[in-house]
């Protein structure tokens, strides 16, 4: 069972930045994907960005230019950077670790953090 924690959501003007960060709780943390996911109220969750163990890198169009995922392995870590935010982008963003390996697929989820975008 791999645990994910998430940090830096909270409260940012519009146009403004935060950075998200997400700890995983595994030695082979190398060999996941991970991604970010978010979720608005009323509204489905969506992939906002991923980044493969080989470090291929994927956006939704809406985020390209402004966000930047990362991963640092030797810290367990993925971040993401959100620049010039808007309103629209407030959601819970959540998240996922995933590797299918011999035996199966393995997939975890955060618990969330709240990101809110307001004057």
């Known amino acids: 069972q791999v645990q994910l924690v998430e940090s830096g959501g909270g409260l940012v003007q519009p146009g403004g930045s935060l950075r998200l960060s997400c700890a995983a709780s595994?030695?082979?943390?190398?060999?996941?994907?991970m991604a970010w996911y978010r979720q608005a109220p009323g509204k489905h969750r969506e992939l906002v960005a991923s980044?493969?163990?080989?470090?291929?890198?994927n956006y939704v169009d809406s985020v390209k230019g402004r966000f930047t995922i990362s991963r640092d392995n030797a810290k367990n870590t993925v971040y993401l950077q959100m620049n010039s935010l808007k309103p629209e982008e407030t959601a819970v963003y959540y998240c996922?670790?995933?590797?299918?390996?011999?035996?199966?697929?393995?997939?975890?989820w955060g618990q969330g953090t709240q990101v809110t975008v307001s004057s």
């Open positions: 996922n670790a995933d590797r299918s390996w011999v035996l199966g697929t393995d997939n975890y």
């Open positions: 980044i493969t163990s080989g470090g291929k890198i």
């Open positions: 595994t030695t082979i943390f190398s060999t996941y994907s």
